[in-house]
């Protein structure tokens, strides 16, 4: 059983090596050194929520015929994609270690160990925590209002490319069947 | 996901929506009401059953409410590793998580250094062998193609196809309230062109909310979260469905209800989406966005936007806020960590004193219908003990400000709206007795059959 699944894990990573992908550059833990899309495959592949960042990296697929606005919506894409990752992880591991040191100290404070007799981890209840929400969302408030306006231009751009690239796409393709009508 | 599966046999509830039964792969006790299931270990659930669609679940796991999807014959996704990794996030909700090292800054406090200790002995303790992690993760990407057959599936979830159908069942009670002729053209034509409204706005809304809904348990399945479909495509269809929507309100019925759904539209995708990230003045906003459907049911019976018609809004706007406040009680954690600003994260007090006054201000909207001659005084006496009750449940939450008390009050909201709405219906005042008594609404009445000629 194992094997067999080693197996496989083997024949996708080093299958398709030839076939040229980019994956997203400071992607973490999601994309993983191991995941190749297959070669015969002409689409994106999208992978499990990252660890840190709760996003799904993607695997953009290059077309040898790649335009030059096809590459900029590529680009513009893998760019959000890294940025994306980049604040997203450092916003939820920042939540992790201040909610732990909130916890901590709060234990702390009260004079209870982290570990009960059974071995596990104390908590704090919703009602304590609450004072560690609101203060971590008013720290972060101007943080998030700048990743607001950012995201917003940014999805509105990478749509707008789509949507350029969709219709040239399109109009291609009605010529296309113009002239093999014509012959 | 055994917990899900799991069920006692529920309790039903005061009949609500009846929704066919759909067999899927997870074996239930087959239920044809909206209803609640206690289970052991202190778990509600929540099922909402669907002829064509996939089973949602709000599940308390950990006293953490938060809804996911599960998709039924789903090819392209794996549901059971995907709820696995569900299930073990969810775990860690109020638990101090073994994380792996993050790079951090030097601290002098003797309180790091001892976290630190305490994070490397659990690391050793709680890692999974790496090569079975790795293929299982290897089977977990999919390929970005869109298959036409889940593309119904995925437009419902895009569109928020529940949501939707409440806020069509509210414009319907608006237009079974107005004091007028029956006129089925007309009701389903406004009923279809405020799904639609309804259907544009929440694909907007998801559209520019996706990496907020990936942090968020609640919404981590949504469609373009998991990129089952393109932003592109998801702006089309809102366009294919706003424009055809606003476009049949305006002709089809009357150009004031038009106006309320683009504007309603507008409200929702342009002011309460941005602001949920600003300010917490959001909720109202929200709350007169979920108002609107009521007087768009209204208008599109009479034409005219009279005082029953703001009545029903103001019933509407003042039962969002119980609604909503008691399920944001529970998602404080998610929004803190999402940025949105909530009242249940910076204003804690606040969001309990709104949540009770909207509830005892539906104690008086619901005496007011009578004085504005829409229902008779039967209606005030009968809502009584459903409003009562839910005013206690908001004085509990603002008394008691636990998990528990907003739990119930939230699911009270549920079946409270539609019990109202049905007893307003049975209380509706019939035209006959209006005509006896000669009043003005005989005239709006023939100036309403004017202006609905074109």
Known sequence: MAAARAGRALRAAGGSCCHRCSSSSSSGGGAGPGFRPPPHSRHDWIGPPDRLSNLRPVIFHVPRDESALERRLREARQDAQAWNQRFWAQQNAAFQQEKEEFIYSRLKAKGLAVRDETGQK??????EMADFYKDFLSKNFRKHMHYNRDWYKRNFTITFLMGQVALVRALRWLRWKKKSVGN | MSAARRCSPPRALAGLFIWHLKKTGIRQVPCQFVHLCRVANDRLITFQY?????????????????????????????PFRESQQLDQEKKVIHK??????????????SNINELKEMKLAAEIEGSATPLRAESKEERQWKEMKLRLDDLPGILARLSKIKLTALVVCTASAGFAMAPVPFDLTCFLLASLGTGLASCAANSINQFFEVPFDSNMNRTKNRPL????????????FAASCGVPGIALLTLGVNPLTGALGAFNIFLYTCCYTPMKRMSIANTWVGAVVGAIPPVMGWTAATGSLDAGALLLGGILYSWQFPHFNALSWGLREDYSRGGYCMMSVTHPGLCRRVALRHCVALIGLSTVAPVLDITTWTFPIISLPINLYISYLGFRFYRDADRSSSRKLFFCSLWHLPMLLLVMFSCKKSLLEKEEKGDLHGGSHGRAMEMRLP
Not at chain 2, 96 to 109: A, N, R
Not at chain 2, 225 to 236: E, H, M, Y
């Open chain 1, 122 to 127: 104390a908590t704090l209840n919703a009602e």
């Open chain 2, 50 to 78: 669907f002829n064509f669609l996939k089973r949602m679940y709000v599940t308390q796991y950990n006293k953490d409410l938060s809804q996911r999807a599960k998709p039924k014959s789903d090819s392209v996704a794996s």
């Open chain 2, 225 to 236: 979260v998991r990129g089952q479909i393109s932003p592109l495509l998801a702006v089309c």
């Open chain 2, 96 to 109: 101090i998580i073994p994380i792996s090292p993050v790079h951090q800054p030097l601290s002098k406090t």
